[in-house]
């Protein structure tokens, strides 16, 4: 092996934590997510979704938006595929702004705050306290990746969603 394969491999290799902690961070990492993901669309959802529709005096659900079943006037043409979406029930208090801002909030509160803390959390050991080896952190990162793409990009139906 050369000199600049040994560095390569060395550099890939290298973290500021040791590979055994590495490994058990980035399982618990993706182990956890998972888990949250779960947790989240069968508990905490409910809650936070009840607290929004108060605030808001309506009653909010889950509805595929841009689907012949859920009727806005709220609608973006850019679209091409049915999503999961926080929705208002009652069709005649589906305005246009006020079914523009429970889709917003479900953008923020789902997506983005519920759906990336974990990611953030992640990326901030991985990458802010160079903690975690390119051999770690690619797959890790990889299978994270997927767990938001599968419960977080509105793709992913519970059970009382129709």
Known sequence: MTDAER????????????????AAFAIAAVVGYF????????????IVRARVGSALGTRILWVPRHS????????SGFDRYHYW??????ESERTFLRDGAVAL?????????????PVAVFLLVALGLEALS????????????AIYAIF????YE???MR
């Open 85 to 90: 979406s926080w929705g208002i029930e009652a």
């Open 35 to 46: 888990a949250w993901s779960r947790l989240y669309f069968r508990v905490v959802d409910p």
């Open 158 to 160: 519970v059970t009382g």
């Open 7 to 22: 560095q390569f491999f060395e550099q890939l290799i290298t973290a500021a934590w040791p590979l055994s902690w590495q």
């Open 105 to 117: 909030l479900s953008f923020l509160c789902v997506n983005i705050l519920a759906g990336c803390w």
């Open 152 to 155: 977080w990009s509105g793709r």
């Open 134 to 145: 390119y051999v770690v952190f690619v797959p890790a990162c990889l299978a994270i990746l």
């Open 68 to 75: 012949a079943s859920y009727q806005t006037a709220f609608e």
